[in-house]
């Protein structure tokens, strides 16, 4: 049986039709320019074709993949704001912040002004009203005691003593307590009345 069917290498038959037929393809397609000195030495040499294995080596015989590192976080560069100091709006902004500042000031010292003023006002008006009533008092209190006084002249320049003495009793008249009689004593009083003579009538 083995002289009839002798072993088959497949695997290199298969190689090799596959390599022909390829080659065949590209003839077929390029004609002569696909031919070249080399084909021959490219096509059987072992070690330019282990140096492309090496460097493009089939997907199951990669390495497997490193983990990949995470890039690190960078902080997104600062913007530096903008100058606003020449801005128009800023400058108009500021123009009218400064008027509305002064107005209140100017109104502020107005009103400050006519309430010193209605407080000074009203102080003077005080020492002003206190001075006439004191004025007017003691223009009183004087004119008083000088009506006072010449009434006591007017009084003590009438008559003796003893007809003022009954005079002032008449004007005091009779008084509520009763338990002295004081009849006899008016008596005595009337009968001494305009007698010039009479002990004590000149006032001493």
């Known amino acids: 049986m083995a002289d009839k069917f002798p072993a088959l290498d497949v695997g290199a038959d298969v190689d090799e039709n596959i390599d022909s037929d390829f080659l065949s393809r590209e003839k077929e397609l390029l004609g002569d320019e696909f031919k070249t000195e080399n084909d021959k030495e490219a096509l059987n040499s072992d070690d330019e074709f282990t140096e492309f294995n090496e460097q493009f080596p089939e997907v199951d015989q990669t390495e497997p993949a490193q983990h990949q590192q995470?890039?690190?976080?960078e902080e997104p560069a600062y913007e530096a704001p903008r100058d606003l100091g020449d801005s128009k709006a800023l400058n108009d902004w500021k123009e009218?912040?400064?008027l509305e500042i002064a107005e209140r000031e100017k109104v502020n010292a107005?009103?400050?002004e006519e309430i010193v003023k209605k407080a000074q006002q009203t102080i003077d008006?005080?020492?002003?009203n206190y001075n006439t009533k004191r004025e007017q008092s003691s223009q009183q209190v004087l004119k008083d005691e000088e009506q006072f006084l010449e009434k006591r002249d007017k009084f003590l320049s009438k008559g003796t003593l003893w007809d003022r003495v009954n005079e002032l009793t008449t004007e005091v008249g009779e008084t509520s307590s009763e338990d002295?009689?004081?009849?006899r004593f008016r008596k005595i009083?009337?009968?001494?009345?305009?007698k010039e003579k009479v002990p004590g009538a000149g006032g001493y």
Do not use: H, Q
């Open 110 to 112: 107005r009103t400050k």
């Open 125 to 128: 008006d005080f020492y002003e």
């Open 70 to 73: 995470p890039e690190a976080y």
């Open 189 to 194: 009083l009337k009968n001494l009345k305009g």
């Open 96 to 98: 009218r912040r400064d």
């Open 180 to 183: 002295r009689d004081k009849s």
